[in-house]
């Protein structure tokens, strides 16, 4: 029997091991929603995605709704902060645009099936989660507006620029970068465009 001691390590290596696990599974069942969709998923599919048996799936998470839950938060984790971060930066509006443009892609290439879930999916969460998420994207357009209409105020951009319906259109055509950003096209190559476009008809 092991020495009191050494009860907390035990304790802390089953947690950790346990995470370990649980992001496996989360990442399968988001690969398996992200390519069947939410309703032609099943958990004896993700089951399968990972080589084990399907009840062992509820020792992660008790339903296929709350694995939706879970990939959604994931898939939009970090998104207003990273934004935020870009805002209160120093450098100029275009500088800010274009990392602005890169950061909303860039979890496209790093966790593409969270990302791919989320904006698929999010409509079968429940009411008051789909709430919860349509608050944080209403405060993030928001932001970016915010960064919009800071570079009109600075006089970088045209004065006349509707600031809203332009975030929202840049917003759309990052959100759309999850159809073509792979081997082949590259999120540098994908965040360049958009940006340039976009300046290209902003910029004074």
């Known amino acids: 029997m092991?020495?009191?001691?050494?009860?907390?390590?035990?304790?802390?290596?089953?947690?950790?091991?346990y995470l370990r696990r649980q992001q496996e599974v989360l990442d399968a069942a988001a690969a398996v929603i992200a390519r069947k969709g939410y309703h032609g998923a099943s958990t004896t599919d993700i089951a399968g995605e990972l080589g084990v048996a399907q009840p062992s799936l509820y020792y992660y998470f008790a339903s296929k709704d709350e694995a939706l839950e879970e990939i959604c938060r994931i898939g939009t984790a970090g998104y207003?902060?990273?934004?935020?971060?870009?805002?209160?930066?120093?450098?100029?509006?275009?500088?800010?645009?274009?990392?602005?443009?890169?950061?909303?892609?860039?979890?496209?290439?790093?966790?593409?099936?969270?990302?791919?879930?989320?904006?698929?999916?999010?409509?079968?969460?429940?009411?008051?989660?789909?709430?919860?998420?349509?608050r944080l994207i209403g405060e993030y357009d928001k932001l970016f507006r915010l960064l919009l209409e800071s570079g009109v105020s600075a006089g970088d951009l045209k004065p006349d620029l509707d600031c809203e319906l332009a975030a929202l259109m840049l917003i759309t055509q990052c959100n759309v970068a999850q159809y073509f950003v792979g081997d082949d096209v590259s999120l540098d190559r994908t965040s360049t465009a958009i940006a340039d476009v976009f300046l290209t008809g902003a910029e004074l």
């Not at 092991?2 to 091991?17: A, D, V, Y």
């Not at 275009?94 to 979890?107: F, Q, S, T, V």
């Open 80 to 134: 207003l902060e990273r934004l935020q971060a870009i805002m209160d930066g120093t450098g100029a509006t275009r500088n800010k645009i274009r990392d602005a443009i890169r950061a909303h892609i860039e979890p496209v290439r790093t966790i593409p099936n969270y990302v791919k879930s989320f904006q698929r999916e999010r409509r079968y969460l429940p009411a008051e989660r789909r709430h919860e998420l349509g």
């Open 2 to 17: 092991p020495e009191g001691g050494h009860l907390p390590l035990l304790k802390k290596e089953k947690k950790t091991k």
